[in-house]
């Protein structure tokens, strides 16, 4: 084995890893099928292993490349980190915030607004994604910080909580239950639902509803959290969402036996040490936008 790896054939291995497909990877570092093939076969030379397992539908890590996998993200890191050290002096980069996919767009609104009025401020770059999709951004050093789900295991991370808040059934006002709280789950079985795809609590709902003999027709479905409460106010179905999530016409209540929470927290990535003061400003702005929120969770000062 050579006794130095080329940064870009890690690029490659990381980028197949994360998209699952050499297809994929290609079209994320910009380059042809073929020359990424290429790449990862000489880094399998190097190494003296075989790294993926390749298939007609799939492509699976060997054990050797599970095993190579965390070192490589080590080794970028670093190497990020470096670059970061590096240049910083000279100009100061944009704040590369991570936000959870279910964090209402009030929020992040409010957060880029905030944060452009601070004299002085550097560049803000936002990229969304799932609790999962930005713990792995923040090991390979792609966001600086990130708002999402509070887990087990993130104590690297350096974790501040920022708030809590309850899993609510949004109606529609004028539904017949809006005056009941909490409603009774068994009531809801002739009750459209709408359906959050992104749902962190999704297959729990529907455990909920099953475990209560509630079947309700499925009316819409949808990635998109604003899109769900809008059907929601025209009266399409009722959902359960976190309850930072509020509209005209949608009224809050709880459900009947399902008490589920969520905590909110801002993490931050271990190699982003050059905008450690970005990062404070920022999560202060986080926890000022949350306490502003009109919904009836409770931010954590």
């Known amino acids: 084995m050579t006794s130095m790896i080329d940064g870009y054939l890690l690029r490659y291995f990381l980028a197949i890893v994360e998209t699952g497909s050499f297809t994929a990877a290609a079209a994320r570092v910009n380059v042809t099928q073929p020359t990424l093939s290429a790449g990862v076969a000489k880094l399998e030379r190097e190494l003296g292993v ?9 492509v699976e890590l060997t054990e050797a490349g599970a ?35 279910t964090v209402p767009a009030s929020i992040g609104e409010r957060l880029v607004r ?6 002085g401020a550097n560049g803000l770059e936002i990229v969304e994604g799932s609790d999962a999709e930005l713990v792995t951004r923040l090991d390979q050093g792609r966001v600086d910080m990130a708002l ?34 909490p409603v009774p789950s ?9 359906v959050r795809r992104r749902c962190e609590v999704l297959s729990e709902v529907s455990r909920h ?20 409460l809008a059907m929601v106010a025209a009266g ?32 931050q990535s271990p190699v982003a040490m050059a905008l450690r ?20 969770s409770r931010a954590i000062p």
């Open 209 to 228: 509803f099953t475990g209560h003999g509630v079947r309700p027709p499925l009316a819409y479905r949808t990635v998109q959290e604003e899109r769900a």
């Open 114 to 119: 905030d944060w452009q009025s601070i004299d």
């Open 148 to 181: 999402t789900l509070m887990r087990t295991g993130t104590e690297k991370y350096s974790p501040v909580v920022v708030g809590e808040e309850p899993y609510l059934l949004m109606m529609p006002e004028g539904h017949p239950l809006a005056a009941s709280d």
């Open 277 to 296: 003061s970005d990062v404070a400003r920022m999560t202060s702005l986080v926890q000022e936008a949350l306490r502003r929120q009109p919904a009836p």
């Open 186 to 194: 068994d009531a809801l079985h002739s009750t459209p639902m709408v």
């Open 67 to 101: 095993r190579f996998l965390q070192r490589a993200r080590n080794i970028m890191q670093e190497y990020n980190a470096a670059l970061g050290e590096i240049g910083e002096p000279a100009r100061r980069r944009a704040l590369r915030l991570g936000l959870l996919h």
């Open 50 to 58: 075989s790294l993926f397992v390749r298939s007609a539908r799939r």
């Open 236 to 267: 399409l179905g009722v959902t359960v969402m976190p309850a930072s999530y509020t509209a005209p016409g949608v009224v809050q209540r709880h459900l009947s036996g399902f008490d589920r929470t969520r905590t909110l927290a801002v993490l």
